[in-house]
């Protein structure tokens, strides 16, 4: 079969019937038939509507696992393109049909080299990465029980590297993406009074600038952090002072020691925002997931890899380093491995992720397949 004509077709398909995290019910079915006809091993359900395949190779060796995302956004299409969602409000704005297409691919290759390389293939295609959940449900449904892999290889196309790029970095790659809820209780009453009031939006007020000063003051510039603020609930009236107002928001760091700070920072904000007032203040703070951190050896490997199999491709291998969060973190923490990036960037085109009129090259799917086609030969060959 012509590579070429496999993944655009795949991809098409894929793009056209997005569905959203949690919800990948017709995406599992396609992804199940398609390792089937290949000769894989399938197993579904795991974490959800994950499907994981299995490919016993032609003698003992390593076990790989190459694991990509299959849920959509609820993001109306914009694209124009022929093979556009035919699922209203739900589009594949972040690419994830295009990363399941390069793995389904890479099996395609395997299948058909079966008698050529060695070891074991395991293809993981995980649910609910949008919503952060389906790597944990995978894990506790008890993947690496049953398929402990040596080495493991996500794949995440991305718009800020030209198409026909590759993105590999050693260590840090992405955020702690946690979240937090903050509430200042005060006690309310009339606007012409407020000194009868302990004032709990003059409090908010205090806490954010409090929060905004201490992160920036109070941290290590060498290490990137990020503190931001999504919600501010409070009031009824422009003349009536709340005795509640609810602040919510985001924390992204690198480091584990420095997401703790982050949460000792907090409350010295929101205790002094609320002292200052006469009020009280709560804080919820959630650990979202850890940050991807791709392994020094891994790294080198497939960098080898690369550079003897596919030097016409370019490897970028710094400045790739984002607050993003991904749970691919949650494998990569069981499991030595790499997120790999694949570039998707066109000039001329909306190159940004989680937009409606984002829609990845076909070069990118032949870069993720030339890329995941020579690790599969380095490790299984």
């Known amino acids: ?8 077709r ?26 089937r006809r290949m000769g894989f091993s399938v197993w579904t359900q795991v974490g959800g509507h994950g499907v994981v395949g299995v490919l016993d190779l032609g003698g003992p060796g390593l076990t790989l696992a ?17 093979f ?28 058909q080299n079966k008698e050529e390389l060695k070891g074991r293939l395991v293809a993981v295609f995980q649910p609910a990465e949008e919503t952060v959940g389906g790597a944990q449900g995978m894990i506790e449904d008890g993947l690496f029980d049953q398929f402990p892999p040596d080495r493991l290889v996500g794949v995440h196309n991305l718009p800020s590297l030209p198409v026909g790029c590759l993105g590999l970095q050693a260590g840090p790659i992405t955020a702690n993406a946690d979240s937090f809820k903050a509430v200042f209780h005060g006690a309310g009453g009339h606007g012409a009074l407020p000194h009868r009031t302990k004032d709990a939006i003059a409090m908010a007020a205090a806490g954010v600038q409090n929060a905004f000063a201490v992160t920036q003051r109070r941290t290590e510039a060498n290490y990137p952090q990020v503190l931001s ?8 009236s422009f003349n009536i002072i709340p005795e509640k107002v609810v602040l919510e928001g985001t924390v992204r760091t690198v480091r584990n020691e420095d997401q703790e700070q982050m949460i000792s920072l907090l409350h010295q904000a ?11 203040y709560e804080l919820e703070y959630s650990k979202g997931v850890p940050a991807v951190v791709n392994d020094e050896q891994v790294v080198r490997e497939l960098a080898q890899f690369f550079a003897s199999q596919i030097p016409e491709i370019k490897v970028v291998s710094e400045g790739l380093a984002s607050l993003i969060g991904e749970d691919v973190s949650l494998f990569l ?16 085109a909306v190159n940004e992720l989680h937009n409606p009129r984002f829609v990845v090259p076909q070069e990118c799917l032949n870069t993720g397949w030339k890329a995941l086609t020579s690790i599969v030969k380095g490790y299984l060959g």
């Open 1 to 8: 079969m012509e590579i070429r004509g496999y993944l655009q």
């Open 10 to 35: 795949v991809y098409q398909e894929l793009h056209a019937h997005p569905e959203l995290s949690q919800e990948e019910v017709q995406t599992a079915q396609y992804v199940e038939a398609e390792l």
């Open 66 to 82: 190459l694991r990509c995302d299959m849920d959509a956004l609820p993001i109306k299409e914009e694209t124009g393109v022929p």
């Open 84 to 111: 556009a969602s035919r699922n209203p409000g739900v589009m594949h704005a972040c690419g994830h049909d295009s990363h399941m297409t390069v793995v389904l691919g890479t099996c395609l290759f395997a299948a």
């Open 229 to 236: 603020f999504g919600i501010i609930q409070g009031g009824t």
């Open 270 to 280: 929101f205790g002094s925002a609320a002292g200052l007032y006469g009020g009280t």
């Open 333 to 348: 923490q069981q499991v030595p491995g790499v997120l790999l990036y694949i570039g998707s960037g066109q000039e001329g």
